[in-house]
């Protein structure tokens, strides 16, 4: 039980685009996802909170216009890195917990190359 | 403010050896403490958590972990290493509703 999936796993894409990644909880309802971006041999930085059928909640130095949450049902969130950039390249995981206050369980992670 | 130390950025240990991944933390009133386990390009896995109660925690593939207040820490241990458990691991913090705070991060390697 408590698996969260990612979609892509990893994704390449051109300057100025914009990505979306889904994060998706397969057998529990998560009331809460979280999203994280993790640079290379660096821990997790925890980039937003979301709540289903409210608006994230971002951390300090985190640009939502350019980082576009949305947490539409109980088992899906989405993160559109929107008019990407090569210094947008990283590694993008998700985490969602069935209660608050409950263990996080994680997504596979998804790795995004702006060139 | 709270914080996870995670003092070591590197342990090797000997296959079938104990090993030990260390972790204090700061952080006001009684935190929730996790370990997590990331292998290369995936995500966190989570090994175990301690709420209350009983000071070692037992978890997923072997490990376990003790909680010592007084020293406040939450050290990761496994009796006897294998090489499948080399990979890069995680404590957490969470005080009270807040969300999870992660040290560094310590790369096991198990030396066969």
């Known amino acids: 039980g408590a698996v969260v999936s990612q979609h892509p796993s990893r994704v390449i894409c051109k300057s100025g685009t914009s990505v979306k990644i889904e994060c998706r909880s397969l057998?529990?309802?998560?009331?809460?996802m979280f999203w994280y971006r993790q640079f290379p041999k660096q821990s997790l930085m925890l980039m937003a909170t979301?709540?289903?059928?409210?608006?994230?909640?971002?951390e300090q130095g985190v640009e939502k216009d350019k980082f576009l949450i949305n947490h539409a049902s109980l088992t899906l969130s989405t993160l559109t890195v929107t008019s990407a950039h090569p210094e947008d390249s990283s590694f993008y995981i998700c985490?969602?917990?069935?209660?608050?206050?409950?263990?996080?369980?994680f997504g596979p992670g998804t790795r995004l190359l702006v060139l | 403010a709270q914080s996870v130390a995670q003092p070591e950025d590197q342990v090797n240990v000997a296959e079938g050896n104990p090993l030990t991944v260390k972790c204090t933390y700061s952080?006001?009133?009684?935190?929730?403490l996790f370990w997590y386990v990331q292998y290369p390009n995936r995500g966190l896995q989570f090994l175990l958590k301690?709420?209350?109660?009983?000071?070692l925690v037992k978890g997923s593939y072997g490990f376990e972990a003790e909680f010592n207040k007084s020293q406040t820490s939450f050290h990761l241990k496994k009796p006897s290493a294998l090489v499948s458990d080399s990979a890069l691991y995680f404590c957490?913090?969470?005080?009270?509703?807040?969300?999870?705070?992660f040290g560094t991060g310590t790369r096991l390697t198990v030396i066969p």
């Open positions: 985490s969602a917990s069935p209660f608050v206050g409950e263990t996080q369980y």
């Open positions: 057998d529990f309802q998560a009331t809460t």
């Open positions: 979301s709540n289903e059928g409210s608006k994230a909640t971002y």
């Open positions: 952080v006001s009133g009684n935190p929730y």
């Open positions: 301690y709420i209350t109660g009983d000071n």
């Open positions: 957490a913090v969470k005080p009270g509703a807040n969300n999870l705070f």
